[in-house]
T-cell receptor, first 113, second 111 residues
């Protein structure tokens, strides 16, 4: 399944808490992406990174933050500023930005109550 | 901003029939158009893709057509089987190497 992993599979948090979702890949891919999936809305891009130590906002970056200190890791923090954080979060990677297939991780389902 | 519209949102066919899903995109600079299949509770997986220098591509029962002038592309599945039941997403490339995804089509193949 492509060598990209996300943990944990299910995550529960109380409102007002920050939470960090893990994404690791061993594919030697330069580009990594975070998407949010809600029912009936497809995949919406949160943040993406074309190379280590660089990242750009996607369409719905408000309330989220990321880091890219290592090529293989691209963690996503859902902050308390995110108004509606309950969702399914998918991480993906590709050889390079705009180059070839994006491989997806298994996803993390975050529930905030 | 860039946008991809996908239709229909749900599609129900009898086993053996064909299924067609259509997408339109807004960014005339888009040059890569993948299709992903997502089974319930699983990750999206690429099933076929097409680049803008090609008008049609086929892989066994699956084909994709692209009309650059009209800015639309379609997925065709022939001889559908129950295991084709899933949500299908189209996408179009955008600046910076991003993909813009359609809203998804839930395909149900009835035995």
């Amino acid at each position: 399944d492509g060598g990209i992993t996300q943990s944990p599979k299910y995550l529960f948090r109380k409102e007002g808490q920050n939470v960090t979702l893990s994404c690791e890949q061993n594919l030697n891919h330069d580009a990594m992406y975070w998407y949010r999936q809600d029912p009936g809305q497809g995949l919406r891009l949160i943040y993406y990174s074309q190379i280590v130590n660089d990242f750009q906002k996607g369409d719905i970056a408000e309330g989220y933050s990321v880091s890219r200190e290592k090529k293989e890791s691209f963690p996503l923090t859902v902050t308390s500023a995110q108004k509606n954080p309950t969702a399914f979060y998918l991480c993906a990677s590709s050889i390079g930005a705009g180059k070839g297939e994006q491989y997806f991780g298994p996803g993390t389902r975050l529930t905030v109550t | 901003g860039e946008n991809v519209e996908q239709h229909p949102s749900t599609l129900s066919v009898q086993e053996g029939d064909s299924a067609v899903i259509k997408c339109t995109y807004s960014d005339s600079a888009s040059n890569y158009f993948p299709w992903y299949k997502q089974e319930l509770g699983k990750r999206p997986q690429l099933i076929i893709d097409i680049r803008s220098n090609v008008g049609e591509k086929k892989d066994q029962r699956i084909a994709v057509t692209l009309n650059k002038t009209a800015k639309h592309f379609s997925l065709h599945i022939t001889e559908t089987q129950p295991e084709d039941s899933a949500v299908y997403f189209c996408a179009a490339s955008s600046e910076g190497g991003k993909l813009i995804f359609g809203q998804g089509t839930e395909l149900s193949v009835k035995p």
